[in-house]
């Protein structure tokens, strides 16, 4: 195997290690496959089996791994999954997807061994929440969803998603587990890199450095206000007798309405801090008053009260935006934009003055790589909204006004700037130590992996049934 192939391999095998619960920040569709990748990695590491299927059963049991069944249609689904993205079926055999689903069980059925691992069904119940609200936003309506994914009814689309979405939930606890004590010293960098052969160093990709200013449309007082007094005013009527349950189906503007608002929750998930705040105050019975969080105004009522977990039901409406402060909002980042192009004021300055991106502003606008923690990006992992006008730009240049909006649908305007462009260049020991280092540790966790998992297929209940025990798994999961 070539080393080359090798290290672009352990930069996408551990994936799911630098992006745990993901899901509740932005980006996943549980029922599809989003890791091409991981797929990949099955082909380059060991090639599973490429004998063809010339029999299926309806939906049998393809595997059994402790707890957790492989049906065919599992296998089937993946694939699908996997073409409606691209992925042709040339590329993936079923062999590698069963192993691919192989691995995902184990660690989750160990992750249920282990008492020290807790997935609380709150945070498992927000984030199929966040995932069904987002899915009917990219396909238009909940109709078109089931109809996508073959359901009969939004409960069942829920429960097969609350139940996939737990699973891998564990299974990346799971592995983080694996890896959380696996470190790397620069001894061990400077001799990973050293092995590599000089004609097989990896070539890293065009990257750049990006810096952008938002300003964001005011919500008028006026809507605001009058945002306050419709939920003042439901809250009269739920303690006048009214069910807030039928009041968060009718007006609640996420995903839990149809719910009507319920949620249970613990201090520990991932949700706004006022709104834990305001739940984990009120008493059994008690509806709040109208407060605001980051997403919108709320009120809530507490059902009940179990141990450290709370059932509750809540409220959300969003104030909107005007034309006029649209419009507004488009003036003012024209008016800056212009400042900066005419070397009235720096982009570094504006942003710091200017920008409503709380994130960035105090770093100039400067955007850090979520994958890597730096501020490098390569020019592939650049937002698609972005890319070409990144693309284009000269180290320096300001780009045209760009429109965008957040997960709630709320628009907003931007600006960006090239801060640094690194161009396509084979790794060199001091200027990308960095992203070697981040190879380096992925083969040290890759290993840990590895050797978890053969330790752990010993002794765990394993049966391969049918055209699958004729497969070449990576694993010894046949214990042969």
């Known amino acids: 195997m070539k080393f080359t192939t090798k290290l672009y391999l352990l930069a996408f095998t551990l994936v799911t290690f630098v992006q745990v619960n993901a899901q509740t920040t932005e980006q996943d569709s549980t ?16 090639i599973d089996s490429v004998k063809p299927f010339s029999r299926r059963k309806a939906d049998g049991i393809a595997a059994v791994i402790g707890d957790y069944l492989i049906l065919d249609s599992d296998i089937t689904k993946m694939r699908e999954d996997a073409e409606t993205q691209g992925v042709s079926a040339s590329e993936i055999t079923n062999c590698q997807l069963a192993g691919r689903l192989m691995e995902n069980k184990l660690y989750a059925h160990q992750a249920m061994q282990d008492s020290t691992i807790v997935v609380s069904d709150a945070e498992i119940s927000n984030m199929t929440d966040q995932q069904v609200s987002r899915m009917v936003s990219q396909i238009g309506s909940m109709e078109k969803l089931l109809d996508f994914y073959r359901k009969e009814d939004e409960q069942g689309l829920r429960d097969e998603l609350f139940k996939i979405n ?29 092995r590599i052969p000089e004609d097989e160093r990896p070539k890293f990709g065009d990257e750049v450095e990006i810096a952008q200013l938002v300003i964001k449309p005011e919500v008028p007082k006026e809507e605001e206000d009058k945002v306050v007094e419709r939920l003042n005013e439901m809250r009269a009527d739920i303690l006048d007798g009214a069910s807030f349950a039928t009041k968060a189906v009718l007006y609640s503007e996420d995903a839990t309405s149809s719910r009507g608002g319920q949620m249970t929750i613990t201090r520990e998930d991932p949700l706004d801090k ?37 059932d ?3 409220i959300i409406i ?24 005419n070397g009235e004021i720096t982009f570094d300055a504006a942003a710091r003055k200017y920008s409503d991106e709380k994130e960035t502003r105090g770093d100039g606008g400067q955007l850090i790589n979520p994958k890597s923690g730096d501020t490098r990006f390569e020019l592939t992992d650049v937002d698609p ?20 909006q957040n997960r709630t649908g709320q628009k907003f305007f931007k600006i960006i700037t090239l801060t640094q462009r690194y161009p396509e260049h084979i790794a060199d020991y001091a200027k990308d130590y960095t992203k070697i280092k ?10 840990a992996i590895e050797k978890w998992q053969n330790e752990k297929i010993k002794e765990t209940y394993i049966k391969i049934n049918g055209d699958y025990k004729d497969c070449e798994f990576n694993s010894n999961w046949l214990k042969n």
């Open 166 to 194: 737990k699973e891998r939930r564990l299974a990346s606890v799971m592995q983080d587990r694996i890896v959380e004590e696996v470190e790397i010293t620069p001894e061990e960098v400077r001799e990973f890199f050293n």
């Open 274 to 310: 006022d709104f834990k705040q305001v739940a984990f105050s009120l008493r059994a019975g008690e509806v709040s008053k109208p407060f605001k969080s980051e997403f919108g105004y709320h009120i809530i009522q507490l059902d009940k009260v179990r141990g450290q977990k709370l």
């Open 31 to 46: 029922l599809t496959i989003t890791d091409k990748d991981n797929i990949s990695r099955a082909s380059v590491k060991k």
């Open 438 to 447: 981040e190879l380096a540790l992925r083969e040290k966790q890759f290993e």
């Open 312 to 314: 509750i039901r809540h």
């Open 385 to 404: 909204l972005i890319y070409e006008k990144v693309n284009n730009l000269e180290k320096g240049e300001v780009s045209l006004v760009l429109m965008d």
């Open 318 to 341: 969003i104030p909107k935006v005007t034309e006029a402060t649209v419009a507004d909002a488009k003036e003012k980042i024209e008016g800056i934009r212009e400042e900066i192009v």
